[in-house]
């Protein structure tokens, strides 16, 4: 079977080697990504690595930073074993391995291993134990709360500008912001989210300076991204309660984290639920997760 092995290197000197069983690893500061780097270093996916049959292709997902090969800005590429991937200030090389089909999913070994570290195994390694062996369900996970977050509150429909200049002002960055939000959309899932509130303000904002056909314009984007990020967000709730129907751990993994995405900044039982079960099939399942 093959992998990929990741050799990265953070900015603070740390070296840390992964081993991934996946054809495609998302790079980025998301919680669904494979290698999740800091949020100051990635936007919430970045790269996307892809194994062929003999060959590494990568693909940006963001540009801010552009992501490098030996220091030169790509936007798809064949990455060479000895090349250097940069994603911010964190570089790495990328290699497709032979693992043993024993081998588990991810597999991490890091260097300079502080005190601290140790200090923590001492509290993690059991609280872990703890998780994988008490379980009284039968090793199944537990049900989803009821009640699950709103992506947004109600409706913006009044602009923070009186005056009609300032309103217009603020309507076209508002909707300039929005309008980048949605076109990264299909890459961001936050990105999506965050674009439904730029569009309402900007409406709201355009109506204030009588531009009524932008604030129509602005109102019909807001309601129909309303409608489809909501859509897809009820999809991946859907999908991750079958796969645990089913036993299907890889794809709950998966959606844990998509929806870990679509969440982010929330705070709730059901967010809470999502971060303990990531947590849990990494523990739990990692194993059998190809």
């Not at 999913?105 to 005190?115: D, F, G």
Request: with cysteine.
């Amino acid at each position: 079977m093959k992998a990929l092995r990741f050799l990265v290197r953070y900015p603070d000197g740390r070296g840390e080697e992964l081993t991934i069983e996946a054809d495609r690893v998302l790079i980025g500061s998301g919680a669904h990504c494979e290698i999740r780097l800091p949020v100051d270093q990635a936007a919430m996916e970045h790269v996307l690595v892809s194994m062929g049959p003999t060959s590494v292709m990568v693909e940006a997902r963001a540009f801010e930073p552009p992501p490098t090969i030996n220091g030169s800005p790509f936007q798809r590429a064949h990455l060479m074993p000895e090349a250097i991937l940069g994603v911010g200030q964190v570089q790495m090389t990328v290699t497709i391995i032979e693992v043993l089909e024993k081998q588990g999913l991810v597999q991490r070994k890091q260097e300079k291993t502080s005190p601290a570290t140790y200090v923590l195994a001492v509290i993690a390694v059991p609280l872990s134990l703890y998780i994988i062996f008490s379980d009284s369900d039968g090793g199944q996970a537990e049900p989803p709360p009821t009640e699950v977050p709103k992506l947004w509150a109600d409706p913006i429909t009044s602009c923070p500008q009186s005056s009609k200049q300032q309103a217009l002002a603020l309507a076209h960055d508002q909707n300039v912001l929005a309008i980048a939000r949605r076109e990264r959309r299909p890459f961001h899932i936050q990105d999506g989210v965050k674009a439904v509130p730029l569009f309402e303000t900007a409406a709201a904002c355009f109506e204030v300076a009588g531009e009524n056909a932008l604030a129509k314009e602005a109102s019909n984007a807001s309601q129909s991204l309303r409608r489809e990020v909501g859509e897809d967000y009820r999809t991946h709730r859907v999908r991750l309660e079958h796969a645990i129907s089913v036993g299907d751990w890889r794809t709950a993994q998966i959606e844990t984290r998509v929806l870990l995405a679509f969440t982010d900044g929330l705070q709730g039982e059901y967010v809470t639920w999502l971060s303990n079960l990531d947590r849990k099939l990494q523990l739990k399942y990692g194993r059998k997760n190809r």
